[in-house]
């Protein structure tokens, strides 16, 4: 009765530069369930984008690779796809957004062709070639941009606009996994308000599970189901919305985003950041990778990395401070 | 009247207009009327295309205004000569939004900062400068071990304090901040808009502060104006503007926000539809009319007049009283 969609396993991905491995995403796990939304938060540099693109295998092949770890998407491990299954996949069970629709656009290529092209290429239900138009006209008029815009170029639309035409071209084959990576960064926010809207409501129509990768928390406060918080690489805390965004039972670093975000609701004086920088991927420090910068380390904290430890099922603080107040992992 | 010792920068009907060809003008900052107070912070919020980082620069003149006054400590700048504004530069400065792109990537980090110091010739000798220089690093939290480093050997937030430390040098009264930590992630930008606080605490600073963040801007301003399509529909006290907001466009981008707290989850976002039109030679008439859900046939013919509905709360819109 599994309704277990994808399931990310202890996945490691590293990079080659200069000979040396450069580990960007270090032991990630999680689960996305059919119609839920998963959130990635996490600063620049957390490994959030390349664990994105990891499970579209999208990763530069010459120089990435994943050492350890499985992406399960219905029971089947994408990395052990053959290319050509793999695209198979591709755009058509999982789609992606991506950040920037000026640059994620062919801007020589009508706006509708290019959601066509994506329903040519896979065409599970044989349509022909006016069933293919009238698809793109629904999935237009789906994301509020009217049919008859279908001929003009990227360049005559708002940002806006193109990022919903993005969102048409992830949505034609109706995936069942989207994968947005920082979908409304690049707006303004009454357009980002329009957009966060569409996608909402078309995850209800379509029943549409999703992986949203941000940095804002108050996108995932308002969009997710549940959340994995990333820092240098690492799932740092994992649990449902409920458990993030309430009780004390989190990682500093969860902390310190809260404390860094001025509040609009409350009065605070001064803002509390976290001092000092997130270490480059290719000089992590030793034992917990967040101990420099965290007020509350410990002489173990210098030296052995935390194990994850739980409150409840689901809800897991990787760091030292939770040894005796959580449980830790039973592996069953 | 104005009571010049209250009020450090004014502008009276700024606008700055820039021909697009074909006899066409785009009206950039089209009438703004602020005023700021000595030792204040003036958020000036807006969406891209509004025309707020024209404003900050036509302010100091950067881009040379088309029409109205700029009143700084009650002297109107827009007459200054070349020489006399260049005199004043030291009492105002600005701080960028890029910390990448607005600094030179051949200067080391000691010698961006005593650029400002040489070139107002503020110091006889250059080692008076760079002892300057030193104070500066300090004030700003820059390590003594970055002094001979490149700017590309820092990191983002690191280049932002040296920008700022630039626009300090010269000791000056009023400080536009362009967007100065949107380029930063959230830990940092925390740090920033600490450090900009402390500063202004310290030594009395007037800042414009230009931001698209509604949560930056409430943070760390006193009075908030509120652009769109090159005009100020709405200029309040902080907290005010989030308690009362008056007009409809401040209204829906309040709404706009997505808050990083489960209780408004379930809120319907109120979602202004349509997009920001086109600021090249605008219709006449309120400038919001055709995304305003309260949009009457006057709002479509006649400007509303920026005018004072209580003390210091300021609005334009017909349909307010």
Same mark, same amino acid.
């Given at each position: ?332 | ?124 000798? !250059? ?11 300090? /004030?700003?939290? &820059? %390590?003594? $071990?970055?002094?001979? =480093? ?95 907001? !008056? ?11 997505? /808050?990083?707290? &489960? %209780?408004? $989850?379930?809120?319907? =976002? ?52």
């Amino acid at each position: 009765m599994s309704q277990e969609l994808l399931h990310v396993k202890d996945l490691h991905i590293s990079f080659k530069a200069k000979g040396k491995d450069v580990r960007a995403v270090t032991g990630v796990d999680f689960t996305v369930d059919k119609g839920q939304t998963m959130g990635i938060v996490g600063e620049s540099g957390a490994g959030k984008s390349v664990l994105g693109l990891s499970i579209l295998r999208l990763l530069p092949d010459a120089t990435a690779y994943i050492p350890q770890g499985s992406i399960e998407f219905k029971g089947n491990d994408l990395l052990k796809l053959s290319k050509k299954d793999m695209q198979k996949v591709r755009g058509d069970q999982i789609s992606m957004i991506f950040q920037d629709p000026m640059t994620s656009l062919n801007p020589v290529m009508s706006v509708g062709d290019q959601i066509i092209e994506a329903l040519r290429y896979h065409n599970k239900d044989k349509l022909n070639k006016a069933q293919l138009e009238q698809r793109v006209d629904e999935v237009m008029e789906l994301v509020g941009i009217p049919a008859y815009r279908k001929k003009e170029y990227p360049h005559q639309f708002s940002g806006g606009m193109r990022q919903r035409v993005v969102i048409a071209i992830a949505l034609v084959c109706n995936p069942e996994l989207l994968i947005a990576d920082e979908p409304t960064t690049a707006l303004d926010v009454t357009i980002q308000a329009q957009v966060l809207a569409i996608i909402r409501d078309l995850q209800k129509k379509l029943g549409t599970a999703m992986v949203l990768i941000t940095h804002d928390l108050g996108i995932v406060a308002q969009m997710c189901d549940k959340v994995g918080v990333m820092y240098a690489g690492e799932m740092v805390e994992h649990g449902s919305i409920e458990d993030i965004f309430s009780g004390d039972f989190h990682h500093p670093y969860t902390m310190g985003l809260f404390g860094s975000i001025p509040n609009l609701e409350t009065e605070s004086k001064r803002l509390s950041p976290i001092p000092g920088l997130m270490p480059p991927p290719n000089n992590l420090p030793e034992g917990c990778r967040f101990h420099p910068r965290c007020k509350h380390c410990m002489e173990i904290c210098k030296t052995v990395a935390p194990e994850k430890y739980y409150d409840k099922e689901g809800h897991y603080v990787a760091c030292h401070l939770f040894r005796d107040k959580g449980k830790e992992e039973n592996h069953d | 009247m104005t009571d010049h010792s209250k009020y450090l920068m004014e502008t009276r009907d700024l606008k700055t207009y820039f021909p697009v060809g074909q006899g066409k003008t785009l009206h950039a900052v089209d009438g703004i009327n602020l005023r700021i107070p000595r030792g204040q912070t003036l958020g000036v919020v807006g969406e891209s295309g509004c025309g707020k980082s024209t404003l900050g620069r036509s302010i100091l003149r950067l881009i040379e205004p088309t029409d109205g006054q700029i009143l700084m400590d009650g002297v109107d700048i827009t007459k200054l000569k070349r020489s006399e504004m260049r005199k004043l530069r030291t009492d105002m400065q600005i701080i960028f939004q890029d910390p990448y792109s607005s600094l030179d990537p051949r200067m080391t980090i000691e010698d961006s900062i005593a650029e400002p110091l040489l070139v107002n010739k503020i110091y006889k000798t !250059k080692a008076e400068a760079y002892a300057r220089v030193d104070e500066l690093m300090e /004030t700003v939290g &820059l %390590a003594q $071990r970055n002094a001979s =480093l490149f700017p590309h050997e820092i990191s983002g937030g690191l280049r932002q304090r040296v920008g700022i430390a630039r626009a300090l040098a010269t000791n000056p009264k009023f400080i536009v901040c362009d967007e100065p930590v949107s380029a930063l992630d959230v830990s940092i930008q925390a740090q920033i808009l600490n450090l900009l606080m402390d500063l202004q605490e310290q030594m009395g600073l007037t800042y414009l502060f230009i931001t698209h963040d509604l949560s930056v801007v409430k943070h760390i301003s006193h009075n908030i104006a509120v652009m769109y399509l090159g005009q100020c529909v709405e200029m309040a006290p902080s907290n005010e503007i989030f308690r009362e907001p !008056k007009h409809p466009y401040t209204q829906a981008l309040l709404d706009a926000i997505p /808050t990083a707290s &489960l %209780a408004t $989850r379930e809120r319907e =976002l109120k979602i202004i539809r349509g997009e920001v039109a086109s600021p090249i030679d605008p219709a006449p008439g309120c400038r919001f009319a055709a995304r305003c859900p309260y949009a009457t046939e006057r709002c479509r013919t006649e400007n509303p007049v920026f005018r004072e509905i209580s003390p210091d709360h300021w609005v334009a819109c017909h349909e307010v009283q």
